[in-house]
């Protein structure tokens, strides 16, 4: 028999010496009768209290309480159950607060309360996005941002965050953000890189941003941005960095030396642009929207647009090509896992759902290498695609208890991209990038100057280790009417959204 807390709604069935289950209760109650079938013992009564008792009930007793907001209401608050000999009973708030017995079971049912209060709270910041956006999200938050005068040449930038309100819409909800003061000052460069670079985005500074990777204290501004850059990639033939904002669901284009800034495409009103890679010899772009769920290709210039895929999605982040293999990489952190397919979209296949939120990818297409972080989890680990997909942990940040459990943890990692030596990553808790050596470490350093506040996509350029595998799209669109994807058997010709082949090559 089931006697519950008409506190926590807490069952306690203990065993008695006779054998037998009795619900044992110790609680403040007036007028208890006391007859052979409800037997009451006085129990733990400190001085002065005339109503607390342990209470058992045998065997053919019935006591059934309804979960009552006791303890947290006004006064006194009224208790029902059902049994054969009493049916109402008031329950005593001033005498239990009194009572050193019922302080500290109450003490103990809380503790076990807000342990379970948390797991539910990690669950459902789980089950959200937010990798940024989501999330995430959290990287949907917006900020104004009051950035002081820019000299050229080698001079100081001061770029001051004020403290003022910012209120944005985003897909129909309004949100207010205050912003945090604070000034940071490193020297800006003039100069535009050709090689050995990485371009980044960051969320709060709305702006994009180039860096050598020889000297990383080396810097350009790029461009302005929308109020939230997410993806960034590189087309090296074209010398255009591509990058999405998930606030004005667009994709965007500029020049490498800043000029020709533009709108790419504009995306639907639901569309969350989280992953960009590009095909710069079949000048294809593809992109992941996690508004939709869906991993779409178009052309470099947005004028032709192809879903690929579109079930079985949950939030997809980044996406990585493998232009050897004409294969297509993404990550999903609604669904906690890593998937491939051909990139036309066919043959998609799992890769690992032994990850909770993984989030960025980087690939090294020549030893078959495919490497991510989970934010989750807070690990850097990489994928042999040669060995069955087997796992390797190159990097792992435990969360503490105290992070697990509702406190800011110290790192969240987002973006990621890598060289012949070393991983570079985003994390949204530091005010740089971050290096890592691919062949495992148990911590990671900061990279560059620290002027930066969320650092989201980024993506390493050196035209020494490059991929380059020639297209058949290269040449007259591979006899394609409208898209050329590549593909293991050369090329697959594709229709727009909206159009069917008519034959082989050509769309209606």
């Known amino acids: 028999m089931t006697y519950q807390n008409p506190v926590f709604g807490t069952s306690f069935l203990p065993e008695t010496e006779e054998g037998r289950n009795r619900g044992i209760k110790v609680g403040i109650y007036e007028d208890i009768p006391d007859d052979d079938e409800h037997q009451h013992y006085q129990a733990l009564?400190?001085?002065?209290?005339e109503h607390e008792y342990a209470t058992s009930f045998g065997n053919t007793a019935?006591?059934?309480?309804?979960?009552?907001?006791?303890?947290?209401?006004?006064?006194?608050?009224?208790?029902?159950?059902?049994?054969?000999s009493y049916n109402t009973r008031r329950l005593n708030k001033s005498s239990c607060l009194k009572s050193k017995s019922c302080k500290v079971i109450i003490a103990v049912l809380s503790g076990i309360a807000i342990l379970i209060g948390g797991v539910l709270i990690g669950l459902f910041i789980?089950?959200?996005?937010?990798?940024?956006t989501s999330s995430p999200m959290e990287s949907r938050d917006t900020t104004l941002i009051t950035t002081g005068s820019t000299q050229r040449q080698q001079v100081t930038r001061t770029s001051t965050i004020s403290g003022q309100v910012r209120t944005t819409q985003t897909n129909g909800t309004t949100t207010s953000f205050t912003t945090i003061k604070t000034t940071t000052s490193t020297p800006l460069i003039d100069e535009v890189m050709e090689d050995n670079f990485i371009v980044f985005v960051d969320t709060l500074l709305e702006s994009l941003y180039q860096m050598d990777t020889h000297d990383p204290l080396r810097y350009r501004k790029v461009a302005k941005t929308g109020p939230n850059p997410v993806a960034v990639a590189y087309d090296p033939v074209g010398k255009r960095i591509y990058f999405t904002d998930v606030n004005e669901e667009t994709i965007n284009s500029v020049a490498l030396d800043g000029t020709d800034l533009k709108i790419v495409k504009k995306l639907s009103a639901v569309s969350i642009p989280d992953g960009l890679a590009i095909e710069p010899n079949s000048r294809l772009l593809y992109y992941t929207d996690a508004g939709r769920n869906t991993i779409s290709v178009m052309t470099l210039d947005g004028s032709l647009e192809k879903t690929l895929v579109y079930v079985n999605n949950s939030k997809p982040r980044a996406i990585q090509l493998d232009p050897v293999n004409k294969k297509m990489y993404w990550s999903d952190w609604g669904l906690g896992q890593i998937e491939v397919a051909n990139m036309d979209g066919s043959g998609r296949q799992l890769v690992t759902n032994n990850t909770l939120w993984p989030n960025g990818l980087a690939l090294d297409v020549r030893k078959q290498l495919l490497y991510f972080c989970d934010w989750m989890w807070n690990n850097i680990e990489v994928i042999d695609l040669n060995d069955n997909n087997a796992l390797t942990v190159i990097l792992s940040l435990p969360l503490t208890f105290a992070e697990l459990f509702g406190s800011s943890s110290k790192t969240h990692f987002f973006g990621i991209t890598l060289d012949e030596t070393y991983l570079y990553i985003s994390d949204w808790k530091k005010r740089q990038l971050?290096?890592?050596?691919?062949?495992?470490?148990?911590?990671?350093?900061?990279?560059?100057?620290?002027?930066?506040?969320?650092?989201?996509?980024?993506?390493?350029?050196?035209?020494?280790?490059?991929?380059?595998?020639?297209?058949?799209?290269?040449?007259?669109?591979?006899?394609?009417?409208?898209?050329?994807?590549?593909?293991?058997?050369?090329?697959?010709?594709?229709?727009?959204?909206?159009?069917?082949?008519?034959?082989e090559t050509t769309c209606s």
């Open 45 to 49: 009564k400190p001085p002065g209290d």
């Open 62 to 84: 019935e006591a059934t309480y309804p979960i009552y907001q006791t303890l947290r209401g006004q006064g006194n608050v009224d208790q029902t159950y059902t049994s054969p």
């Open 126 to 132: 789980f089950g959200k996005h937010n990798d940024y």
């Open 434 to 503: 971050q290096r890592v050596t691919r062949v495992g470490t148990s911590s990671y350093d900061g990279y560059g100057a620290r002027d930066f506040f969320r650092i989201n996509g980024l993506q390493i350029y050196n035209s020494s280790v490059r991929t380059i595998e020639e297209s058949v799209c290269q040449t007259r669109n591979g006899g394609c009417s409208h898209l050329c994807i590549p593909s293991s058997a050369g090329r697959t010709c594709m229709c727009p959204n909206g159009q069917s082949l008519l034959d």
